[in-house]
């Protein structure tokens, strides 16, 4: 990686691509996450309840970086990490889960037990869900990537979709996160 830009929340009403760090193969609590993978983004898109925080109708914190709606490419995958190699596409889901905990054994991802130490529910991007960094970056880093991350089977047609679902005045604005959605992986 040669650098990494995000859209971060600043405060009611204002985003701003800012320079951020590099994902690691770390959770927010610090713990080493050899469960994880990273991707390099594809595609991201804004969810109605980005806008939710944008608009100061939440507590999210200024720095948070958005984005919980997020297609990529495996670029390194941790050691536990057994069903995806490097340069699968994959699509990550909304929540955060382990995949191992009795919640998520009953197929109640979002109410994941392990994946934040305040409440039970995790979210890339997100307010008060686990400190996980969004997606509307360059690369991120997904935990638990064997449960989280679904690959594409076809990779040319993905991002065949991809494209021709990507608004065209999006992939003509300059460079960076708002133009990187329409990049092939390479």
Not at 19 to 41: S, T
Not at 124 to 150: C, H, K, S
Not at 164 to 176: K, V
Request: with cysteine; aromatic share 4%.
């Amino acid at each position: 990686m040669a650098g990494n830009r995000g859209v971060v929340y600043v405060g009611p009403g204002k985003v701003e691509v800012q320079n951020i760090a590099d994902p690691q193969l770390v959770e927010p609590n610090g713990r080493k996450a050899n469960h994880g993978a990273i991707l390099r983004v594809v595609a991201t898109n804004i969810c109605g309840s980005d806008q939710h925080m944008v608009r100061g109708r939440t507590t999210a914190p200024s720095g948070l970086v958005l984005g919980h709606e997020i297609t990529g490419e495996v670029i390194e995958v941790g050691s536990d990490v057994t069903t995806l190699q490097i340069g699968d596409l994959v699509s990550v889901p909304f929540n955060v889960a382990c995949g191992r905990c009795p919640m998520c054994k009953a197929q109640n991802t979002g109410v994941c037990l392990t994946v934040n130490p305040e409440r039970p529910g995790g979210a890339y991007g997100y307010v008060d869900m686990g400190g996980w960094i969004g997606g509307q970056a360059e690369y991120v880093m997904i935990p638990y990537a064997d449960f989280n991350l679904l690959k594409f089977p076809d990779r040319d047609r993905a991002m065949s979709k991809i494209r021709d679902l990507t608004p065209r005045c999006a992939s003509q604005r300059g460079s960076g996160p708002l133009n990187h959605r329409t990049q092939s992986p390479t």
